[in-house]
């Protein structure tokens, strides 16, 4: 099978595609013939080498890129009863030192880590919910804000960004979503109740304009960090989404990073708000796995809306 490695860091141009035997499935783990899989801002940071240069990931020879997938299962091992061949499913591979990721043919996940797939939903879509989702309903958990509180959402037009959005307002939270001017009118389509231009000369103070005394919490899915924090209330909360970028816990804030888990169940939940269409999957574009360093050059140039999908 094929799958996207990379033995040394660098550039988008350091990825290969390279022929693997299938792997197969242990106990308690089930093989997916994988029908896509989302590029992700984690799978660029780990071919360019921070996450080894911040101490995240051991040396390996042949290191393995992708964490989503959207496919079908074709193998179980031993001890698997939720799954079966043949499920349509969506998953979440979260280990960083792996030799294969998701970017691949066929990839072998623990059932934990698995979900079905929602129904009706094409799997290139499907395929950016897991990290995404998962990582926005981790945060807003960190956060523990109670109905009626108030959040705000840096990066609210981004793919995590968005589902921060549609969950937030799911669970009863009011939200205000920084973007940028021509995002606003998605990002309250998604369900935000104020906008903030990311252009706002002063963006704690047009927050506050809109939410007195600051916002209750905070999720920075734009990675701006102290800007953001200055827009929470004293003794809010607020929960940076990249490792080592969550600032100083100023004024009795509640400062945490949230460091996504795979969560099979946790999953299903989502899945099934987007079956339901609660939950808005967004494709910036699709791509076969054989143009995965084309995928990476189009995320480092940013300005993206949603996930660039591979299909094996």
Do not use: C, K
Request: overall charge neutral.
């Amino acid at each position: 099978m094929r799958a996207v490695v990379t033995r040394t860091f660098g550039g988008p141009g350091v990825l290969e595609i390279v022929d693997v035997p299938v792997p197969a499935p242990g106990p308690g783990q089930v093989r997916i013939r994988v029908q896509a899989a989302a590029v992700n801002p984690v799978d660029t940071a780990t071919r360019a080498g921070l996450l080894a240069q911040a101490g995240l990931m051991a040396p390996r020879d042949t290191l393995g890129i992708g964490w989503d997938a959207a496919g079908v299962i074709d193998a179980t091992g031993p001890g698997v009863t939720a799954f079966t061949t043949g499920d349509a499913v969506i998953a979440l591979s979260d280990r960083l030192d792996v030799p294969l990721g998701t970017h691949a043919d066929h990839v072998v996940l623990d059932a934990s880590a698995v979900a079905p797939a929602p129904a009706g939903v094409p799997a290139t879509h499907a395929a950016t919910l897991p990290l995404n989702g998962l990582t926005a309903a981790q945060a807003l958990d960190l956060l523990d804000l109670p109905r009626g509180a108030t959040l705000l959402v840096t990066g609210a037009a981004g793919a995590l960004g968005g589902y921060t959005v549609e969950l937030a307002a799911h669970r009863g939270l009011r939200v205000a979503a920084v973007a940028g001017t021509a995002d606003e009118r998605l990002v309250r389509d998604l369900g935000a109740e104020w906008f903030v231009p990311r252009t706002s000369a002063d963006l704690p103070a047009a927050v506050r304009a809109l939410v007195p005394g600051g916002a209750d919490g905070a999720v920075d899915a734009a990675v701006i960090g102290p800007r953001a924090l200055e827009a929470v209330r004293n003794r809010g909360a607020f929960v940076a989404v990249a490792g080592g970028a969550a600032p100083a816990p100023l004024r009795g804030i509640r400062v945490a990073n949230v460091w996504i888990t795979a969560d099979g169940t946790q999953l299903a939940e989502l899945s099934a708000l987007a079956a339901a269409g609660r939950l808005t999957p967004r494709v910036a574009g699709v791509l076969p796995l054989t143009e995965a360093a084309v995928a990476h050059r189009r995320l480092d140039e940013g300005g993206l809306r949603g996930r660039l999908v591979l299909t094996p």
